[in-house]
């Protein structure tokens, strides 16, 4: 009898924590929370409370470790209900959606058949909106494959359940979501990612990061529909879900300023519920300025490099409109 593959062994154990019941996996993720939070060990830790710097300054030290500590506790208790998720059928994850706001935009949306295009950004458990919205309309989703094989196995035979198109994140996938939106379909874009490769300067928080604007153009080139949705937890051991406008002008200003509202209406959910927001992710070193370094030297010095760019941004944006309400050509400010 041969030894199971190391791909066949992570498929079985991530089978076998997908199936035990969802209070279960979130008290393992919450135990687990508490020892990070217990040992202050972990680099994870440290890229939250530096993020929480750059994003919310006026905290006091007190709140952003409390915070910090709160998210390192809601990020991880995601993760496990994600598996949980991605184990259980369509009818159960519908059932752990206790309720919707705004369902009727959702309703709206969809009855104009115009195509629909669903903002999504890295905050609560996002994964448990699909099955919710599977049940009302076929999405096509841009996904990038996970590089643990019986990891990206498990998810896809999710996104199957979910009857989810998966296309490559690359322009094959991109001319496949602006088709399917023409025809009336569904997409669902995680926003607040640094591109690979290319991606403009956007301000998220004040600070001018590399970014994607293909949720914009997508936006506008299709004139689909655009909703901005949102998963918590709640304390009845499921979830309620959130629909949300998004400014109407996004179909008529560029792509950039079309991303840049995106990045409010995510700033304004973020600043309400910080410790729901995923900060492990190391979003502040998308610059050239920054040389992708800031997360690798003292939090002091990268602060002063952070502050310093948002200040040029800034003192750049002032000039601008200056000279756009002179009505002469604008003058570039280095950044």
Not at 212 to 240: E, V
């Amino acid at each position: 009898m041969t030894e199971p593959s190391s791909k066949n062994s992570t498929y079985g154990l991530l089978k076998f924590v997908s199936r035990l019941p969802l209070p279960v996996t979130r008290f393992m993720a919450s135990s687990l929370a508490g020892i990070v939070n217990f040992l202050k060990i972990s680099k994870t830790s440290e890229s939250i409370r530096f993020n929480l710097k750059i994003a919310l300054p006026e905290l006091s030290e007190q709140e952003r470790e409390r915070i910090t500590r709160a998210a390192i506790r809601n990020e991880l208790m995601s993760y496990f209900e994600f598996f949980s998720i991605w184990g259980a059928k369509n009818a159960e994850n519908i059932q752990r959606v206790h309720r919707v706001e705004g369902e009727h935009l959702l309703q709206e949306a969809l009855a104009a058949q115009k195509g629909l295009v669903l903002v999504v950004p890295h905050f609560g458990t996002w994964e448990v909106m699909n099955a919710y919205i599977a049940q009302h309309t076929q999405m096509s989703i841009m996904y990038k494959p996970v590089k643990d094989p019986a990891v990206d196995e498990f998810v896809r035979e999710a996104r199957s359940r979910e009857q989810a198109t998966l296309l490559p994140t690359d322009e094959t996938g991109v001319r496949q979501i602006f088709k399917a939106l023409k025809q009336g379909g569904t997409t669902v874009i995680l926003p607040d990612h640094t591109p690979t490769v290319g991606g403009e300067y956007v301000p998220f928080f004040g600070v001018p990061l590399s970014s994607s604007n293909l949720t914009a153009k997508l936006i506008q080139k299709t004139k689909a529909k655009c909703l901005f949705l949102y998963a918590m937890r709640n304390q009845d051991g499921g979830f309620d879900m959130f629909i949300e406008a998004l400014d109407e002008q996004i179909y008529s200003v560029t792509p950039n300023q079309g991303t840049e509202i995106i990045f409010k209406k995510m700033e304004q959910l973020i600043q309400h519920h910080p410790e729901h927001y995923h900060w492990s992710y190391k979003r502040f070193k998308a610059h050239e300025a920054l040389g992708g370094e800031i997360y690798r030297i003292s939090q002091d010095a990268a602060l002063d490099k952070v502050n310093h760019l948002r200040q040029t941004y800034q003192a750049e944006q002032q000039q601008l409109a200056v000279e756009t309400d002179q009505n002469i050509a604008p003058t570039q400010v280095n950044v």
